[in-house]
């Protein structure tokens, strides 16, 4: 029988902290490339299509690690 490990709570804090700036900095990264994107090719929709792919990758990890921690939790 494999005792469970006790985790330190500096560790869930880090990994739940880490959760808190996932998703803005997503939006902010994929706004910032659609943005440089659009000055250089000159176009005006570009900042929109990577603002929304920023998005739904920000939640894409977020769940990702959503539900790793819920397994690692044994929920």
């Not at 900095?25 to 910032?32: M, Q």
């Not at 490339?33 to 000055?39: M, N, S």
């Amino acid at each position: 029988m494999a005792q469970k490990r006790e985790e330190n709570v500096w560790e869930v804090v880090g990994r739940y902290s880490s959760l808190a700036f996932l998703l803005p900095a997503a939006t902010f990264a994929g706004y910032a490339a659609g943005y440089l994107l659009d000055r250089w090719l000159g176009t005006h929709f570009l900042k929109i299509v990577c603002l929304i792919l920023g998005i739904v990758g920000g939640f894409v990890q977020f769940f990702r690690q959503a539900l790793k921690d819920s397994d690692r939790d044994g929920g």
